[in-house]
């Protein structure tokens, strides 16, 4: 299962990219976590739904100091997990 997740509220400069990464590597999941320019947390991960479904949990939960106001999510199509390896943060020094 491959999904795309688009979080909104106060997700920037709280650490929840560092979050979502730890979460998403401690389910052994794939994929990516990156800031976007218009204030949201873009999320691709690939792996089992029920895992999946744990990450899901747990993005709408947020991380301390974060402010989660909404998870918008697709499914997308299981080619797109071909690019994804170990879970990383893209944009991060």
């Known amino acids: 299962m491959v999904v795309h ?3 909104r509220g106060r ?3 709280v ?5 979502v990464h730890r979460e998403a590597a401690e389910l052994g999941l794939h994929g ?5 320019d218009s204030g949201e947390v873009e999320v691709i ?3 089992a739904p029920d895992l ?15 402010r ?3 998870v918008l999510e697709n499914e997308l199509a299981e080619s797109e997990a071909e690019s994804l390896s170990a879970f990383q943060i893209e944009g991060a020094w």
């Open 5 to 7: 997740f688009l979080i």
């Open 68 to 70: 989660v106001d909404a």
């Open 32 to 36: 990516w976590v990156r800031n976007t």
């Open 45 to 47: 991960v690939s792996g």
């Open 15 to 19: 650490g929840f990219r560092w979050f």
């Open 52 to 66: 999946i479904g744990e990450l899901r949990t747990e993005l709408h939960k947020g991380s301390r100091g974060s």
């Open 11 to 13: 997700v920037q400069g």
